[in-house]
């Protein structure tokens, strides 16, 4: 039998705080300011649902995560992942930061360079590249994360159209210990296609490969997943400086690391189980640094965090619409925020709170949105005090996904204003309105008259 590798034990710390079997009782403090700004105010002047943004929990989440990293290893740099959250107004606050651009379409390319990203700071992932787009990237200097090898050959063939050699990594696939393996971007690790396909790259001559990337699952709380994902990366770095002749200048070992939110099903709260970012930095620098690399050849170490940096800095206000008892005795409370604008209630149950004080009677209750679809469900059943036709709610940590996978359905998409660090309010995206909604359709000639 092989024998198996020494790992080392380590403690991990947990919150225990005044558990019981539904976990810790956050949820009975009423929230009435978001960074002193009052909830009920800015309900009044934007309308409701409302979504609010904390330009200071962004700064400070991004900051100590750059801290968590920088302490440990000397050659750092972020790359903000655009599908996350990609309003101009967060993104450029991550730019100001000092973080790159991460896209996975052309037309997050272009909202990239719009927000005044250089193409050289732009890392250009994802499966689907048109010929006019990677002709603009490469010449832009941008760094290509090659996905397939149908994306391999599709550069070899436009090489001799583009302005400059593209500088490329590719995506890997792995075995990180995490079931099921998150295989169908790049390629595989295990299987040798990775291997492949830098050897093709290099032999090519058309392009120059710059590094390796990985993005090996979201909402992860494992860190030695990470520890495994940093060593079979560094194989491949150590690879193509030795046999390829070829050092990487980078390692991007993509997003992930976990919010504080609450997953659905998930017996402890979000806030007791997930590692911290210094935890992750942790397992990746030392494994990093123990890749044999010398000093001076140490790869850059390139991250492409989304929800971690952004997720607490979201909220979501809405309004109480109405209350009733369902067919079994339960209560239900409507609001005016739905599933629409909150895909996340598909993943998480997220922590509400009433926005005014309240009586100490809990109830649990099912909160619906305002949607006539039996799917628009905030939270399947939560404890909370009774709430009254007009109470206002705060729904927590919505910054993440919400605001670029939220559609207009049945309900358009609500006003999103941030809270800039002096407490001031700005208007940074419009609610939408109906002729914002039908300004691309188009009414054939035979169908502008309606007679009933
Ligand atoms: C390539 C890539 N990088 C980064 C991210 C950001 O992930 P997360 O929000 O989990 O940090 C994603 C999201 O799926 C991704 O696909």
């Known amino acids: 039998m092989k024998k198996l590798i020494y790992e080392s034990p380590s403690i991990q710390k947990m919150n225990g705080g005044l558990m019981n079997k539904f976990g810790t009782r956050t949820e009975y403090e009423p929230v009435k300011q978001i960074d002193g700004v009052s909830v009920h105010t800015m309900m009044e002047q934007y309308g409701s649902p409302l979504f609010v943004i904390s330009e200071r929990t962004i700064r400070n989440n991004y900051q100590s995560a750059v801290r968590a990293f920088t302490t440990r290893y000397p050659k750092v740099q972020f790359a903000w992942s655009y599908k996350t959250n990609y309003l101009n107004a967060v993104c450029k606050i991550f730019h100001q930061e000092g ?42 200097g941008s760094l290509i994360h090659i996905d397939h090898f149908d994306e391999l050959y599709q550069l070899i063939e436009i090489s001799d159209t583009l302005k400059r050699k593209p500088r490329v990594a590719i995506r890997v696939n792995m075995d990180t210990g995490i079931y099921p393996v998150w295989d169908r971007f790049g390629f595989n690790y295990e299987n040798g296609q990775a291997w492949s396909a830098l050897t093709k790259i290099v032999n090519s001559g058309k392009m120059e490969l710059t590094g390796l990337h990985c993005h090996i699952g979201t909402f992860m709380l494992s860190v030695n997943a990470y520890t495994t994902a940093v060593k079979k990366l560094g194989d491949l770095a150590w690879k193509c400086k030795t046999q390829l002749n070829n050092p990487v200048q980078y390692i991007d070992i993509g997003g992930g690391f976990p919010s504080a939110n609450t997953l659905r099903g998930s017996f402890l709260p979000g806030t007791d189980n997930i590692p911290s970012v210094d935890e992750f930095a942790e397992a990746i620098t030392s494994q990093l640094l123990q890749l044999g690399f010398s000093t001076n050849e140490l790869p850059i170490l390139m991250l492409e965090s989304g929800r971690v940096l952004v997720d607490d800095a979201g909220y979501l206000l809405s309004t109480v619409l109405a209350n009733k008892r369902l067919s079994d005795g339960r209560r239900a409370t409507i609001l005016d925020a739905g599933v629409n604008i909150l895909f996340t209630s598909f993943w998480y149950d997220h922590k509400i709170t009433p926005a005014q004080e309240f009586t100490q009677h809990t109830e649990d209750m099912a909160l619906y949105g305002p949607l006539c679809m039996n799917i628009d469900v905030v939270r399947q059943s939560v404890n909370l005090p009774l709430l009254n036709r007009g109470d206002k709610v705060v729904v927590h940590k919505v910054g993440a996904y919400n605001m670029t996978q939220w559609m207009q359905f049945i309900q358009m998409r609500p006003n999103v204003v941030l809270i800039d660090e002096n407490g001031s309010t700005h208007l940074i995206r419009e609610a939408e309105n109906l002729q914002y909604v039908e300004q691309l359709e188009k009414i054939p000639e035979h169908l502008l008259k309606i007679q009933l």
């Open 99 to 140: 973080s790159w651009a991460e896209v996975v379409s052309g037309f997050e390319y272009q909202k990239a360079l719009g927000n005044g990203v250089p193409g050289n700071k732009i890392i250009f992932n994802g499966p689907e590249k048109t010929n006019e787009e990677l002709r603009l990237a490469a010449g832009s």
